[in-house]
T-cell receptor, first 114, second 115 residues
Framework: AQKVTQAQTEISVVEKEDVTLDCVYETRDTTYYLFWYKQPPSGELVFLIRRNSFDEQNEISGRYSWNFQKSTSSFNFTITASQVVDSAVYFCALSTSGTYKYIFGTGTRLKVLA | SQTIHQWPATLVQPVGSPLSLECTVEGTSNPNLYWYRQAAGRGLQLLFYSVGIGQISSEVPQNLSASRPQDRQFILSSKKLLLSDSGFYLC??????????????FGPGTRLTVL
């Protein structure tokens, strides 16, 4: 069975601090895809990144970076120098080949305080 | 470019009343379409998905149903709403002709309150 665990329910940081959001996944498939989405207070989920299981290269996009480690089944998301606009709920998701379904974690609410 | 619309944005309905939420996608063909529900402060629950016109897969055996009368239109319905149907309903699409390989794009959502 597939599963995504985001153990951190809520995190509060002060602006300019770095913060890492954890994501641990479970799947027996060798081909799978991992995603991160941001849900700001407006409610609409915004796609951030997609990773396939054959690409373990870490990725950096501005202040955002992602660390994919198959050995620990983790796909963690780090925000460097956090800003108030980063306040949102962040979801990690998993999909596997041969299915049309996406498995979402329960989300981590990030509060960045000014 | 592709856009996804949902309406209404908010809805307050009495228990036992019917429901119809609509989602349409522009700028793409043969999308895979999804309905999710998010209870207050909770994660996303997949309700239905569709990989083609008239093709509906149900994940939740409750009083909700979905239909896809046109390629880029996805409708969520209920004949009689329950209090537990309250929540934030999100429609999403992905590129079709494949499995769940691609990222999903979400609509703005409908906030439903059942009283």
């Amino acid at each position: 069975a597939q599963k995504v665990t985001q153990a951190q329910t809520e995190i509060s940081v002060v602006e300019k601090e770095d913060v890492t959001l954890d994501c641990v996944y479970e799947t027996r498939d060798t081909t799978y895809y991992l995603f991160w989405y941001k849900q700001p207070p407006s409610g609409e989920l915004v796609f951030l990144i997609r990773r396939n299981s054959f690409d373990e290269q870490n990725e950096i996009s501005g202040r955002y970076s992602w660390n994919f480690q198959k050995s620990t089944s983790s796909f963690n998301f780090t925000i460097t120098a956090s800003q108030v606009v980063d306040s949102a709920v962040y979801f990690c998701a998993l999909s596997t080949s041969g299915t049309y379904k996406y498995i979402f974690g329960t989300g981590t609410r990030l509060k960045v305080l000014a | 470019s592709q856009t996804i619309h949902q309406w209404p944005a908010t809805l307050v309905q009495p228990v036992g009343s019917p429901l119809s939420l609509e989602c349409t996608v522009e700028g793409t063909s043969n999308p895979n379409l999804y309905w999710y529900r998010q209870a207050a402060g909770r994660g996303l629950q997949l309700l239905f998905y569709s990989v083609g016109i008239g093709q509906i897969s149900s994940e939740v055996p409750q009083n909700l149903s979905a239909s896809r009368p046109q390629d880029r239109q996805f409708i969520l319905s209920s004949k009689k709403l329950l209090l537990s149907d309250s929540g934030f309903y999100l429609c999403a699409w992905t590129l079709g002709l494949a499995g769940a390989y691609n990222e999903q794009f979400f609509g703005p959502g409908t906030r439903l309150t059942v009283l």
